[in-house]
């Protein structure tokens, strides 16, 4: 178990640890908050357009960080669907939805570690 640090620091009332968390190949990061962000804009709005628009992201963005997430997985999790009267949009795959899930379990236990460590800095 680390050593507490508390004694080195200044002012470790105000402090706390902090971090990002992300999943990632030897290619580099394919899945975190961005990525996980648009696949839940996706679902809600059943488009890559409107997804990246409430986003303030380009859609050649969305597509790339689309595209990146689908190399990495063994089964699409977005999919284009043919157009109808007003055209056509994208749908999350199960895994898609599954990748949301898995995320948010993983966000969670990140966010307690990181709580129960900020605690251990004060105490």
């Given at each position: 178990m680390?050593?507490?640090i508390k004694h080195i620091l200044k002012q470790v009332g105000d402090?706390?640890?902090n971090g990002s968390l992300?999943?990632?190949?030897p290619d580099g990061r394919?899945?975190?908050?961005g990525p996980?962000?648009?696949l839940e804009r996706i679902a809600e709005t059943g488009s890559?357009?409107?997804a990246a628009k409430a986003m303030n992201m380009s859609y050649k963005k969305a597509w790339e960080?689309?595209?990146?997430l689908n190399a990495h997985t063994?089964?699409?999790?977005?999919?284009?669907?043919?157009?109808?009267?007003k055209g056509g949009g994208s749908v999350l795959t199960d895994e898609g939805h599954e990748l949301i899930k898995y995320h948010r379990q993983l966000r969670k236990s990140f966010a307690d570690f990181l709580q129960k460590e900020s605690k251990k800095l004060k105490s």
């Open positions: 680390a050593k507490s402090m706390k640890i992300w999943i990632e190949s394919f899945l975190g908050p996980i962000e648009l890559i357009s409107n960080l689309i595209n990146n063994t089964i699409p999790v977005v999919m284009p669907q043919a157009g109808g009267e």
